[in-house]
């Protein structure tokens, strides 16, 4: 039997103004996400029609499974418009299902349709009770919801849908930086971010010797988890040793961590003039370090002006994990190869800084010109998840 995959929005009808701009962006990433599959892809006020070849089925799922501004979609059978067509196809479908309730919900947009809903409903309903044993209706909580389009020449008929990854669709916002470390709670961050529609870049301070190829890798393989979500993402790679070696020269240690920050922001924020980029994004959560408690973060963060956006700043530890958990990048964060926020740890990092014996220590260092030059030799790499699709046909 021929089968459509059928595409609601969800949040995006809620945009009333926006409506076409967020349609015609989701419509252009499924394009763009499913340009290697043999698809037709088709759209209305409503919904996305795709039309797919049943081998490639369950990789479309697991595209589809990763494109922000999907609600809910179904896999509807497509059968012709005419009464006879439509009772067989429907048993045929129920016939595989396993339940014990069921409701139906027609809809005809056929208006010349000889049979009108009131009459359908019924009518079908009672082909299904008739054909299969121990079965009732039940229109209030049932097993099994069936839903039958009549439409003008091929009608869809469909059951339980799969749930989309929900969100706007990415790229209706600008774009932001975010802060990619090879920890759990940034790579959450960069995708919750993603999901109200920000573009992203990432950026990765690395100290090399201090930290190793290894660590670098680590960040790139969870950018092409991230950039599962999106086309590409540009990660830019910051040579940090430099700056971080001149803080633990000067520094009071217990400063250092809190230093270290104040001049990762500064760079974010140049970088992020650099790219048009509009906001910074990390994975701070407020209390999980002595970096996150509020002093601390009013002190680092009064280097900038641009909105810092903390997508974890309120979620438990916990409740990052399991999103690590759902968009797989969990077992990448937590192999073990140093940051470089945790190669030069002090013993007691402050937790209650002072803005002015900040800008006492930074004053031995000559940082405005390290930073630039921090800022000129980044190194940037594209990264898309060619690697990732490659892994699902295996
Ligand atoms: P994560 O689990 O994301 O590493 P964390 O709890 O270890 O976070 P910190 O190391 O204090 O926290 O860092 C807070 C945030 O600062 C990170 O979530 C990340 O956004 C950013 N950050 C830290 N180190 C780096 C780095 N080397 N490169 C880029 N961003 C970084
Ligand atoms: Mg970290």
Redesign the pocket.
Known sequence: MKKIILIKYGELTTKKGNRNFFVNTLYNNIKNKLKEYDVKISKDRARMYIEFNDRELESIKNVIDHIFGIHMYHIANIVDTNIDSIKDELLNIMKMERFSTFKIEVKRSDKSFPYRTMELNPMLGTHLLKNINNIKVDVHNPDVLVKVEIREGHSYIYTNGYKGCGGYPAGVQNKAM????????????GYLAMKRGIKLDA?????IPH?SIDARNK?IELTKKLSMYTDHINLHI?N?TPIQEEIYKTANPNYC?TIM?RM?YRIMEKLAKKNNALAI?????VG??A??TLTSMNVINSVTNIPVIRP?ACLDKLEIIDIARKIDTYEI?ILPYE????VFVPKHPIINPKIEDSVKMEEKIDYEKMIDEAVESVYTIKVDDSLNKFKNLL
Do not use: K
């Not at 994004?281 to 959560?285: A, V």
């Not at 940051?339 to 945790?342: A, G, K, L, V």
């Open positions: 975010l802060m990619l470390s090879g920890g759990i709670d940034s790579p959450v961050a950026v990765y301070f690395e100290a930290t960040v910051v940090f961590i920050r990762m994004i990390n994975g701070e959560s999980q370090v970096s996150q974890v964060s940051d470089c926020c945790t």
